[in-house]
């Protein structure tokens, strides 16, 4: 199982998906995991589109039974904190979206699949795949 980032999933949603996406996407079929805090992204995006609740029917639809979706427990809070201050010590930063995306993949031993591996690299431990390359 390996855990989506939301620039991942998003991706699935436009007209004419990246090929890659589409081809790892129908490899791997049944064995992704999201964060909860990849759905909050997602439903923020649609929120702020202009025809949001058709938008949104799509992905209830399409998307959301594509993976399982993991909740931030205690474990996840405090790996995406100890993430966040080890990072903000070396003077650079993330946000906490991203830290409790890496925390996730961090505690469930999951392979984070992102475009933005630059974004995440800097965390210590997280195995990224970016599978638009």
Not at 53 to 80: N, T
Not at 118 to 126: A, E, I, S, T, Y
């Amino acid at each position: 199982m390996v855990l989506l980032d939301t620039n991942i999933l998003s991706e699935t949603m436009r007209e004419t998906p990246h090929r890659k996406i589409q081809s790892r996407l129908n490899l791997h079929a049944g064995n992704f995991a999201a964060s909860v805090i990849t759905l909050v992204e997602l439903r923020f995006g649609t929120m702020i589109h202009p025809d949001s609740q058709r938008f949104w029917s799509r992905i209830e639809a399409r998307l959301l039974p594509l993976v399982k979706w993991l909740p931030v427990d205690s474990a996840i809070a405090m790996q995406a904190a100890d993430l966040d201050a080890a990072l903000r010590r070396k003077g650079q930063t993330v946000g906490p979206n991203d830290c409790l995306i890496a925390a996730t993949a961090l505690v469930h031993d999951l392979v984070l699949i992102t475009r933005n591996t630059n974004h995440f690299k800097q965390m210590p431990g997280l195995q990224l795949e970016n599978w638009f390359e």
